[in-house]
């Protein structure tokens, strides 16, 4: 039998009514609709490398997207994949996407994590209605993060 595909990350896109759902090596692009039944999906499923160039032989493309969380900036969210992250540009207004920073161990990317648990991995995040904030998970602990120029952690809950 084999392992059943279930959905390890997604967010909203900076397109209007569209998210992106990664089940670890593939995603998919979906139409939402809220308060009605008529979602659907516009692309995929798909593996991670057909679409991105820039994830093609990285560990986001070899092992897959284990949490993400959108970034302020149109078109750019962060990944993340076992304890390593990128700032990616998905290519929101062209076909184009590129990998702005990494991939890099978490605590490169977020220092003020280091010595926590989240340096090794996430197991899911969401933006706060707070811009730069959000909320990072691993096991039984959280953190909320501002991640805005040199960032701060802003609460933890059993670090």
């Not at 997604?10 to 998210?19: L, V, Y």
């Not at 995603?27 to 160039?53: F, H, M, Q, R, W």
């Not at 284990?66 to 990128?86: N, R, Y």
């Not at 811009?131 to 039984?140: Q, T």
Request: glycine share 10%; net charge neutral.
């Amino acid at each position: 039998m084999s392992n059943p595909i279930y959905v390890t990350a997604a967010f909203r896109s900076g397109h209007k009514n569209q998210a992106y759902i990664f089940m670890k090596k593939e995603y998919l692009i979906e139409e939402v609709n809220p308060g009605t039944c008529d979602d659907k999906i516009l692309y995929g499923p798909a593996k991670v490398n057909e679409y991105s160039a820039s994830l093609k032989g990285t560990v986001f493309g070899d092992k897959g997207i284990d949490c993400a969380f959108p970034s302020q900036e149109k078109g750019v969210a962060f990944i993340f994949s076992g304890h390593l992250c990128a700032k990616w540009s998905y290519g929101l207004e062209t076909a184009e996407n590129k990998l702005l920073v990494g991939p890099s161990p978490i605590e490169e990317v977020f220092p003020y994590l280091k010595g926590t648990v989240f340096v090794n991995g996430l197991d899911a995040a969401f933006e706060t209605s707070r811009p730069y904030e959000v909320y990072l998970f691993k096991g039984d602990k959280y953190v909320r993060i501002n991640y805005e120029g040199a960032g701060k952690v802003l609460n933890t809950s059993r670090l």
